[in-house]
């Protein structure tokens, strides 16, 4: 069945530092989304991403699409206190419009 | 404008017992999900609508569990003869169609005792 796996589970990193994220697919995707969640919080859309090879910045973070549309990663600059959370990848896929499959999310603690 | 609601946001109930959970999801939407969140873990996916039709059912995790929406808006999710495994935050989210971003309430807290 479909895997959506994302990379590391947890990071904790010192504030200042950069964080990566990574979100793959076994099968190709139609487009992916990233959500972010802070704690005790619901999820709240950060960036979709459709075309393949695509990158979108917003401010400190950088979102990319594979070449293949099977892999995605988000990027943050200079980690800030304020960017704790837990990051989810949701990804639709080609063969089934109908379902969307979350990743398990990685969960990052800045340490000031 | 408002945003998605959702009503009761926490909800005790004893084992075998039935609930309902409403989402009244933003005006217009077309799209709405249903998810369940246990305590620090992802978001699994339960069911969504497209309209008042639900083209893919099979994210409810037994019989016990349905959902339905009418009027193309206010959806319920029903569980009957309530587990403690039941015991999760269950989040409703609408989006203005499928594959459009989507937003979240803030969720029911359903503790089965």
């Known amino acids: 069945g479909q895997q959506v796996m994302q990379i590391p589970q947890y990071q904790h990193v010192q504030e200042g530092e950069d964080f990566t994220t990574y979100c793959n697919s076994s099968?190709?995707?139609?487009?992916i989304q990233w959500y972010k969640q802070r704690p005790g919080g619901h999820p709240v859309f950060l960036i979709q991403l459709v075309k393949s090879g695509e990158v979108k910045k917003q401010k400190r973070l950088t979102f990319q699409f594979g070449e293949a549309k099977k892999n995605s990663s988000l990027h943050i600059t200079a980690t800030q206190t304020t960017d704790v959370g837990t990051y989810f990848c949701a990804v639709y896929l080609k063969t089934s419009y109908d379902k969307v499959i979350f990743g398990p999310g990685t969960s990052l603690s800045v340490i000031p | 404008g408002a945003g998605v609601s959702q009503s009761p946001s926490n909800k005790v109930t004893e084992k075998g017992k039935d609930v309902e959970l409403r989402c009244d999801p933003i005006?217009?939407?077309?799209?709405l999900y249903w998810y369940r969140q246990s305590l620090g873990q992802g978001l699994e996916f339960l069911i969504y609508?497209?309209?008042?039709?639900?083209?893919?059912k099979s994210g409810l995790p037994s019989d016990r569990f349905s959902a339905e929406r009418t009027g193309g808006s206010v959806s319920t999710l029903t569980i009957q003869r309530t587990q403690q495994e039941d015991s999760a935050v269950y989040l409703c989210?609408?989006?203005?169609?499928?594959?459009?971003?989507?937003?979240f309430g803030p969720g029911t807290r359903l503790t089965v005792t």
């Open positions: 005006s217009g939407h077309t799209a």
């Open positions: 989210a609408s989006s203005l169609a499928r594959g459009y971003e989507q937003y």
């Open positions: 099968t190709t995707l139609s487009n």
């Open positions: 609508f497209q309209g008042n039709s639900a083209p893919d």
